[in-house]
């Protein structure tokens, strides 16, 4: 899933994880991701995934990174078994 | 209107002064093709290029006071000339003339710069004293009209557009780094800001004095936002924005030859357009831009009014093609970068204004800016009342901020926007705030830079330098940075006066009366529900425009960005990645630009988002920019169509 995430990012948003934009990179603070990409980001998470963020995760300042953002979605996986 | 130009303690000798003239002024002819003047004397050479509106026999330039003391070269109109020079013909001046230009003379001549805050109207000019030999360089209030300034081989030049300085001897053209990231990812230049090195622009509001080496500057017109004493009720409201409006209207039809209107659809120019049909005793000229593309498209709302006002209407239609066509000229005459395509119809537009034989149109432009028009406003003011609210109250006013566009629509979207929002809740840039989300959003453009360094570090600086600032809410900086930034850096140059006076056409904005910003500012937020914006206007004017025009809402003006190259014009992707041309530009980064362009060429339509297309647009245009003025090719090397007249006061010329 991350590897994938990684090549979704990369690929959409026209950058590469290199030294300077590590993995743990706030992409929205670092400028990569502007506001219709913060959405169009979480559309494709909800929808690739199966996953939901929750109002208060969004208010929670999800932080907008590949690793932030594939422990968010390993993290609604679980809960979404546990819940079953 | 008209175009000046002029250079002081140059070294060139004074004998090539009447040929250096006349080349500045042949760049700007567009400007004031009806005549053209300069004064030459062995300190300083100054011209201007003529578009007679008002005394059109007796206003030529430049002027010389009566005795001789000072001349001016002016670039403007003075809407409150008549009341003006009756004050200075009480004080003792003489007039030979009816026109405006004779009055901002003899103004200066008696005040001084004091004379500048007494001024109603959109100029720029110099003015040189002959006895100090001081040169004094002033412009509007609120940046209608450009003066530039730049300084070369020990000579000052000054122009109304920076392609006069293309027939100044030696002057090349250089981008300016800093400049280009900045105005990247704020869409336009800032204030003092020309995109290049070593040319800057007379800010709005200030004047610049100039003898031998000494420089002075003043700021006679600080940007003044403070709400005045408030209306006791909205009925009051209403009439006194009325009353400002109309005779803000009133003053701006104050012309020797025929003035028209754009009518957009929008609420602004519908105002407008109702304003003056009311003052003509024939059908009013009324002027629109029809989109082939209906998401762009406002005909039916111009059809309406223009047929509820009774006026004379011409629609001018654009296609993609056309954009794509006129955008290298467009761009040529915006001089500095774009951040869309919306300029390049209006460039259109007003060529087809200039056949039709109008040289004076008004506009609705600075409504939005006076009257809080714009969704950045309600942005704002939700943004700063955000920790205060729930998140029902959240959404719901979201869903209001911007109607028009998608992804404000349907409870996934709005709970998705939550988290953006919640992004740019707090400041992250000193005085910024309001504008965090716009700038984070440009600052993708600035990435086509090489070394954009922080592009935001100067707009950070322009606002911690204003004196007051500080202590504006939240949603008055908001208004502050709209009129130094998008108004004054875009909207009245490269899409308004740029593009009208390309084909000698005059534009005129009611709303930027000083009266009517004064009045807007101590009605804004007092009256009604501050997320229904513009309510005041709509409710001043429900009663005498269609209810469709009152009703519809914030519909922005746009034209079709990348997608107009990308489907009429993919000779544009060779033009953009061609290496020469890159290669020549060290201010691009190349490799990210080729990486980009094949990007919006390749991907499927729906992929290309807003960020996408400003910055094509911005890299078109500076690629242009560098063909026009860094290779300068823009130069024009035709004559002048009309005579020079010369007022020669130089020593080599007695002898």
Known sequence: MKDELKDYLEEQFLFEFDAETTEDTDLFQAGILDSFGYISLMTHIEERYGVQFEEDELLGNVMVSLNGIAAFVDGARERALESR | ?655
């Open chain 2, 1 to 655: 209107m008209c175009g000046i130009a002029g250079f002081y303690r140059s070294p060139r000798p004074p004998r090539e002064y009447a040929d250096l003239m006349h080349d500045m002024l042949a760049q700007i002819e567009h400007r004031g093709p009806d005549e053209a003047g300069c004064l030459l004397d062995d300190r300083i050479a100054m011209g201007t290029v003529r578009l007679s509106i008002i005394d059109l026999a007796g206003g030529q330039q430049p002027v010389l006071s009566a005795d001789r003391r000072f001349r001016l070269c002016y670039n403007g109109e003075l809407y409150n000339y008549r009341e003006l020079r009756a004050e200075l013909r009480a004080r003792g001046a003489a007039f030979r003339t009816g026109s405006d230009t004779e009055v901002v003379l003899n103004a200066w001549a008696e005040w001084g710069p004091d004379c500048l805050p007494k001024f109603n109207g959109a100029f720029a000019f110099a003015v040189h004293d002959a006895v100090t030999d001081e040169l004094h360089l002033a412009r509007d209030r609120y940046g209608k009209r450009p003066l530039f300034v730049a300084r070369h081989d020990g000579a000052l030049l000054f122009a109304s557009e920076m392609k006069a300085f293309l027939a100044y001897p030696g002057f090349r053209f250089e981008f300016d780094p800093d400049q280009l990231a900045s105005l990247y990812a704020t869409w336009t230049p800032l204030p003092a800001h020309s995109g290049y090195r070593g040319i800057e622009q007379v800010p709005m509001g200030e004047y610049l004095s100039v003898r031998g080496d000494q420089e002075r500057r003043g700021r006679w017109a600080p940007l003044d936002l403070t709400p005045g004493p408030a209306p006791e009720s909205e009925q009051e409201a209403v009439e006194l924005v009325r009353g400002d409006l109309e005779r803000a209207v009133d003053v701006r039809l104050r012309s020797d030859v025929e003035v028209g209107v754009y009518a957009s659809g929008g609420l602004d120019s519908s105002i407008i357009a109702h304003l003056a049909a009311r003052r003509t005793d024939r059908p009013l000229r009324t002027f629109s831009i029809e989109f082939e593309d209906a998401e762009f498209d406002e005909s039916a709302e111009q059809d309406e009014l223009t047929a509820h006002l009774g006026t004379h209407h011409s629609k001018l239609r654009v296609t993609d093609a056309d954009v794509a066509e006129a955008f290298p000229d467009a761009v040529r005459h915006a001089e500095v970068p774009a951040f869309r395509t919306a300029f390049v119809p209006m460039h259109l537009l007003s060529r087809q204004v200039r056949r039709e034989g109008i040289k004076v149109v008004l506009s609705g432009e600075g409504a939005d800016e006076a009257f809080l028009g714009y969704g950045i406003f309600k942005d704002t003011r939700l943004l700063s009342e955000w920790d205060a609210l729930d998140d029902e109250t959240r959404r719901e006013r979201m869903g209001r901020l911007h109607p028009y566009l998608a992804h404000f629509s349907g409870a996934d979207e709005q709970r998705r926007m939550l988290g953006l929002y919640q992004q740019f809740s707090t400041e992250q840039r000193p005085g910024l705030f309001s504008h965090q989300m716009r700038f984070q959003n440009g600052r993708f453009a600035a990435r086509l830079l090489a070394e954009p360094g922080d592009p935001l570090a100067a707009v950070e600086r322009l606002v911690a330098e204003e004196p007051g600032y500080a202590e504006l809410d939240p949603v008055r900086k908001a208004q502050w940075l709209e009129f130094r930034t998008l108004l004054a850096g875009y909207l009245l140059s490269t899409q308004g006066e740029r593009m009208a006076l390309a084909h000698g056409v005059e534009n005129r904005c009611p709303f930027l009366d000083p009266a009517v910003v004064r009045r807007a500012n101590s009605v804004n937020g007092r009256f009604g529900d501050p997320y229904d914006e513009k309510h005041l206007l709509k409710l001043a004017y429900a009663d005498v425009l269609p209810e469709r025009i009152v009703k519809k809402g914030k519909f922005p003006y746009r034209a079709p960005d990348s997608a107009v190259f990308v489907r009429s014009r993919p000779d544009y992707r060779d033009l953009l990645l061609d290496p020469d041309v890159l290669g020549e530009i060290p201010a691009l980064d190349a490799r990210f630009v080729r990486k980009f362009v094949n990007r919006v060429y390749d991907a499927p339509p729906e992929r290309i988002g807003t960020k996408e297309n400003q910055a094509f647009v911005l890299l078109a245009s500076t690629v242009w920019l560098h063909h026009w003025f860094v290779r300068g090719h823009g130069l024009n090397r035709d004559p002048l169509k009309v005579p020079l007249r010369v007022v020669d006061e130089r020593t080599c010329a007695a002898a």
